[in-house]
């Protein structure tokens, strides 16, 4: 006995073939449309026992909405969600939206049909495949890239962070020490650990390496100018200002 349905996807065009599709092989397709986003009210006016929706983005934010209102307004439709090759996050989205099924877009017509004829029943309609690989995924998780800029940001002190925010625009040795209140000789061994502490040989260098990794976004803007500092340690510098 054939399935009465609805084919809901955001390609108008996938959505009739797989209605065509469906028809052909004795099932009864109460309507194919497009966008997914407004399948909830179509579902809630027709009825269907499954119906089977499209989505090219099952782990963002949103993407089941339309599932969670028709389980509430129409507890007793099946839904089986049509997606890409899924990550476990989007498994799982599907799954606690209220879906009964998640097939691929890759599937054939065959394997779709049963995911149907499944859900009609009651029955969870996933691939063991499919969980396979999900659950893979949750159990061995791909390691994550590496956050340069926050990674450098730990090495530098708070001082040496306002020290390479001040070279990344442009001051020489005298006017971070002026902005800094402290003297000349200790802004340019601020500025040497700087250098040394992200591997490069140049203010130039450390200024590019700080704004490709987004290092000065993170370390926000410089404090206003201080007064000079009245260390008696801090020494005069008599040599020009740095280029």
Same mark, same amino acid.
């Given at each position: ?72 307004? *129409?507890?007793? &439709?099946?839904? /089986? ?7 476990? !996050?989007?498994? +799982? $989205? %599907?799954? @606690? #939206? ?89 802004? *340019?061994?601020? &500025?040497?650990? /700087? ?7 140049? !203010?130039?260098? +450390? $200024? %590019?390496? @700080? #704004? ?32």
């Amino acid at each position: 006995m054939g399935v009465r349905l609805m084919v809901v996807d955001d390609h108008r065009l996938l959505a009739e073939a797989l209605a065509s599709a469906l028809k052909l092989r004795g099932h009864r397709v109460l309507a194919a449309a497009a966008p997914a986003a407004g399948a909830a009210e179509l579902v809630i006016s027709r009825a269907p026992e499954v119906c089977l929706i499209g989505t090219a983005t099952p782990a963002e934010p949103g993407t089941f909405d339309p599932v969670l209102r028709i389980k509430r307004e *129409r507890p007793q &439709v099946a839904v /089986v969600v049509l997606g890409p090759v899924p990550s476990p !996050r989007g498994i +799982a $989205a %599907a799954f @606690a #939206a209220g879906a009964s099924g998640y097939v691929r877009h890759d599937e054939r017509i065959e394997g779709v049909e049963r995911a149907l004829m499944k859900a009609r029943a009651g029955e969870a309609a996933v691939a063991p495949a499919l969980l396979q690989g999900a659950f893979s995924e949750l159990l061995n998780p791909a390691a994550q890239p590496d956050d340069e800029g926050q990674r450098l940001l730990q090495m530098l002190t708070p001082r040496e962070v306002e020290v390479l925010v001040r070279v990344a625009d442009g001051e020489d040795t005298r006017l971070i020490a002026a902005g800094m209140g402290i003297a000349p000789s200790t802004a *340019r061994t601020h &500025v040497q650990r /700087v250098l040394m502490k992200l591997g490069v040989g140049s !203010r130039l260098e +450390a $200024a %590019a390496l @700080a #704004a490709r990794t987004g290092l000065l976004d993170r370390a926000g803007p410089v404090p206003s100018a201080q007064p000079p500092s009245q260390d008696p340690s801090a020494t005069p510098d008599s040599t020009g200002p740095d280029s």
